[in-house]
């Protein structure tokens, strides 16, 4: 039997016609939500790994939120509250599961929440059902199987689609026959009504995520089973026969993969990508989440059992971070020898916040750890190895982590050596736990600071099991659980996974605290040898209580999580840069002494030290690395931005005159000179980063207000972005942004062009594809925005990753600021993209030619463009000028150089010649032109040429800047401040070099200096 469906293409093309009304309904929609102090209804959904694109209700009712649970970033419709997924499952069906179970947790604070799949399209007021549903006094609304009537009809149902593994729905649905379970009432799932807080209510969905977690995840199958053990009846949102297949108030559409017709017309919509996953981070929450447990007494419980100097190690960690009466500490002696029994007889005696308890013979861990956990009445008890050692605010911030998350019941914290909680690896060469020792110059609270600023400020993970190393359990759950299994795991290796499957199990939650580090030696009561077999006499017991299967699953799940191997992403990049700083061989050269033209160079002050073992924070296309913001009332701000010694992202701001730092939460990998990091200010005095890895996805922040220096990492458009290059900002006068950079890679990529509108905060993709090397070649472009706003842009073709094969420079310019059309120079239109096969060069250069790619280009006052780069042209490889007059190109020959060498090669190649930075100004009706220029021709020093062009003759002059060589850096230098207030602001630092895209290790960092220049 099979149920009636609508026409899904007529319904669907009926809402697409009532489509045009949507964006006057989510405006009035927002300004309702202004005024409306709290709702009480929540409308919830889960979109796992873009599985589907997030629908917009066509009815929007103002007693309603819609929150979405997410891990990618998603289009928000403008309506959703786009919020994190705490659960993540290595199976994103279960993940999904985990957010539909558990609105007591996520929803706290509403009164009701309504279910719907992803998939589904609410065509009506979800409160008619709302308000029926209230009526009936019921715990939960839901829609009756229109065929089916029981989970064993189901069964087979699913076995012929193929829901699930056969196996283990069979075992489960066996295991309820077993039970003698009988129904006639079957729920179809996707469409669920909830009334928050009752307990009766919490009792059942903790027992559904229990049995989809240790059964199928085909939450059909436990539905019906865990409302009756919990004795509810529910309560019948449609009549029998009745679904979202049939009905018109639901559309029910197929998963679409966040791609289709129906995305194209949420894209037309007022509505953000947004990063669940970005809300800043908890460094900048640290003190208000602090004060909210301030008075949450803690028991922290030591067992020990000899190995004195680790003891030691983690009793004088204890002690230095201890701040609070709060605080217990409770020291478990459990038979160790005489020179550690009496070193903490010894401390106990000396410290009233030590308590001490002697057993005079060993009883093992597990009855250790219980009995500290009977001895103390602290809100929190934590079980802490004596081989680690703590850091600040370590165990305040386990509190703020386990008791902001209702329902959770144990915690854990990030280490050195925690299988999955470790940073940065997580497997070891012999295939067990990686122990990760720190690189000399990095200490525990240094780890520990970094994880406060790289965990996200908003988001606490919810995972299926904690490492025991450092275990803290709530008095709530304690009185539940009672304590570990003494009997199964006598000496402990398995116990605090036992405990968490029977947490799980009781309906608590365990939460990682990735805010907070304590570092972990790994197991020095043992030996290696003795370690192995417990290990392996625990998983046996682990298996035979609660299944193989589930636990390996919860250990993949850890293991696989998404944030944490973000965490570990950005760990292991500050550990290369400290191994690469303290590796054994590494002479770090005195200071580059930089001496100044005090003729020319007004002022140079220091603003900070910046990585120079090679060009990254010194390449051009950076494009800015300095930058200035104007008030509309005159008034300006400038900033720089860089990467320190160890890869992390430095911003600064002058403020009366004086620079201030401020090192971000960002790393990125330095080695490679292509990783540059670019900085922008937009109209509304919000700064902009982006930055990516050679190839790799684009990483964007944004201030979290106007003029600061503290930042939160977003997302520009969500597509696009994982195979990014050379992202450039250029500011327009009206203060949007434009960022460009190349999708692809050397030899086969594309220019995307993204546009920032400052009024309304949202990033839009003018183009996926401005000019296109059809997998054959690759454009390298330079750009400027001249007075009026329009973008010019020029570039040269690659044919492969070898320098040499650049070739040719093609020019175009849009029609106006909205970038969207673009013209040549004699304003005929462009066919777009531009391609090798239509695009026509400006001038004909070819391959071999040691032409240099992306260079700079500018425009004079009446927005004639210029362009500055070099090739060899008469056996010279000479700087060249390309500009146009009276709608023609010209080149013209600069005379500065003398020497014919060019560069051949792949990758990051020593440039005897920097690529030259071009400004251009008009005085009296003549234009003039000038270089920053840093050539080996003039002993790698800075300097400032003045070209003129009369009459087809060209003359130069120049002035040195430095008296210094400044090895391969290239000039940039404040482009805006230089348009609007005709001021030269350079951004200097040396910069070493070594071939093929190697660090020079006898550098690691020089200064930065911003000199202003007299021209």
Request: charged residues 25%; aromatic residues 10%.
């Amino acid at each position: 039997m099979s149920v009636p469906v609508k026409n899904l293409e007529r319904e669907f093309a009926e809402y697409v016609r009532l489509f045009r009304e949507m964006p006057d309904k989510i405006r009035a929609y927002r300004r309702a939500q202004k005024w409306k102090m709290r709702r009480k209804i929540a409308v919830y959904t889960a979109v796992i790994d873009n599985y589907d694109t997030l629908k917009l209700p066509h009815i929007l009712s103002p007693e309603i939120d819609y929150i979405c649970f997410c891990n990618r970033p998603i289009n928000n419709v403008g309506v959703w509250q786009i919020r994190a997924c705490p659960w993540l499952d290595s199976d994103g069906v279960k993940t999904a599961r985990y957010i539909k179970t558990h609105p007591h947790y996520l929803l706290e604070d509403y009164d009701v929440a309504v279910w719907i799949d992803a998939n589904l399209l609410p065509c009506c007021d979800l409160m008619m059902y709302v308000k029926r549903f209230l009526r009936s006094d019921k715990l939960i609304g839901a829609v009756p199987h229109p065929v089916r009537s029981d989970i064993y009809q189901e069964l087979e149902a699913c076995i012929e689609c193929g829901k699930d593994d056969e196996q283990i729905m069979r075992l489960q649905i066996e295991k309820y026959r077993a039970e003698g379970f009988m129904h006639n009432d079957l729920i179809e799932s996707n469409f669920m009504i909830f009334r928050s807080g009752e307990p009766k209510l919490e009792a059942f969905l903790n027992m559904w995520w229990s049995e989809i977690e240790q059964h199928s995840r085909r939450d059909q199958l436990s539905l019906n089973y865990c409302l009756q053990k919990c004795g509810i009846e529910w309560y019948p949102l449609f009549p029998k026969g009745v679904c979202c297949r049939n009905i018109s108030d639901i559309l029910l559409l197929p998963h679409d993969k966040n791609e289709g017709k129906y995305k194209g017309l949420l894209d037309l919509l007022p509505s953000e990508v947004a990063d669940p996953y970005s809300n800043g981070k908890y460094a900048n929450v640290r003190k208000k989440r602090l004060k909210a447990v301030k008075n949450k007494e803690i028991d922290v419980v030591v067992c020990i059992h000899n190995a004195q100097e680790y003891v030691r190690q983690c009793v004088e960690s204890l002690l230095k971070w201890h701040r609070s009466d709060k605080e217990h500490i409770i020291l478990i002696d459990d038979g160790s020898d005489a020179p550690t029994a009496e070193y903490l007889r010894q401390m106990s005696e000396k410290h009233k916040c030590l308590r001490l308890i002697r057993h005079d013979k060993a009883v093992g861990y597990t009855k250790s750890a219980n009995e500290g956990f009977r001895c103390g009445r602290g809100d929190l008890v934590i079980l802490l190895n004596s081989d680690t050692i703590v850091t600040k605010n370590w165990s305040r911030k386990m509190a703020d982590a386990v008791f902001s998350n209702k329902g959770a019941g144990v915690v854990g914290p990030m280490s050195s050596a925690a299988t999955a909680q470790s940073l940065p690896s997580i497997v070891g060469k012999d295939g067990q736990t990686a122990i990760n020792n720190l690189p000399e110059g990095i200490t525990p609270q240094m780890m520990n600071e970094l994880c406060e600023n790289t965990a996200d400020s908003e988001v606490v993970l919810r995972v299926p099991t904690v490492h025991g190393f450092c275990f803290g359990v709530t008095r709530k759950c304690l009185d539940v659980l009672k304590g570990f299994d003494e009997e199964h795991f006598p000496t402990g290796f398995g116990e605090e996974d036992d405990f968490c499957m029977r947490t799980g199990k009781a309906g608590f939650s365990m939460v990682i605290a990735t805010h907070t580090f304590v570092y972990h030696a790994k197991t020095k009561s043992f030996d290696a040898e003795r370690r192995k077999q417990l290990c392996q006499a625990g998983a046996e017991n682990l298996w035979a209580l609660h299944g193989k299967k589930m636990i390996e699953h919860a250990g993949a799940c850890v293991r696989r999580n998404m944030v944490l191997q973000a965490m570990r992403n950005t760990v292991q990049t500050l550990f290369d840069a400290y191994d690469f700083k303290y590796k054994k061989g590494c002479v770090v050269a005195p200071r580059q002494r930089i001496k100044f033209n005090p003729e020319k160079v007004v002022s140079s002050p220091k603003i900070g030290e910046g990585f120079a073992a090679n060009a990254v924070n010194t390449l051009p296309f950076r494009k800015n690395a300095l930058t200035t913001y104007f008030s509309k009332w005159g008034k300006s701000v400038q900033f720089a931005a860089w990467y320190d010694a160890y890869g992390r992202i430095v911003v600064a701001k002058k403020v009366r005159n004086k620079w201030q730092n401020n090192p971000t939460q960002f790393y990125n990998e330095v080695q490679d000179a292509h990783n540059v990091v670019s900085i922008a200010v937009d109209g509304s005095g919000y700064v902009h980063l982006v930055w990516c890895r050679h190839k790799g996805t684009l990483c964007y922040a944004r201030s979290v207000k106007p003029l600061s220096t503290e930042f939160k990492e977003n997302i520009i458009i969500g597509t696009q972005e994982n195979k990014a290059t050379y992202p450039e900002f250029y500011v327009q006068p009206s203060g949007d942004l434009l960022l460009m950079y190349r999708d692809g890679c050397s030899g086969c990529g594309k220019l995307v062009l993204n546009h920032y509108r400052h009024k309304i905060q949202r990033w839009q993709r003018l183009s996926d594809c401005l000019i296109d090397g059809e997998g054959k070649e690759s454009p390298y472009w330079q750009a400027c925005v001249d007075y009026k706003g329009c973008l010019h842009i020029s570039w040269c073709w690659r044919e492969n990753n070898n320098v040499t094969s650049n070739h040719d420079i093609c020019y175009m310019r849009s029609t106006d600021e909205s970038c969207t059309q673009f013209v040549n120079i004699e304003a005929q239109r462009m066919i777009l993209p531009q391609t090798p096969d239509n695009a026509a060069p400006i001038y004909a250069i070819p391959q071999g030619s040691g032409l240099i790619n992306q260079t700079s280009m500018t425009v004079d006052e009446k927005n004639n463009p210029y362009i500055a780069t070099f090739w060899q042209y008469n056996g010279v490889l000479q700087y060249m000028l390309l500009f146009a007059e009276n709608g023609r190109w010209k080149a013209a020959d600069t005379g500065i150089r003398r020497s014919g060498e060019i560069i051949d090669g792949r990758g990051t190649k020593k440039l005897p010649c920097a690529r030259p930075q071009i400004l251009v100004r008009r005085q009296r009706g003549k234009c003039k032109i000038m270089l920053l220029l840093r050539d080996d021709e003039y002993g790698g020093k800075l300097l400032l040429a003045r070209v003129k062009i009369k009459n087809s003759a060209v003359s130069h002059g120049y002035d040195l800047l430095t008296n210094t060589a400044l090895g391969v850096y290239e000039p940039m230098y404040d482009i805006l401040l230089w348009q609007k207030r005709r001021k030269l602001s350079v951004f200097v630092q040396y910069a070493s070099y070594k071939e093929d895209e190697e660090v020079c290790r006898d550098i690691l960092s020089e200064d930065i200096r911003i000199i202003c220049v007299n021209v």
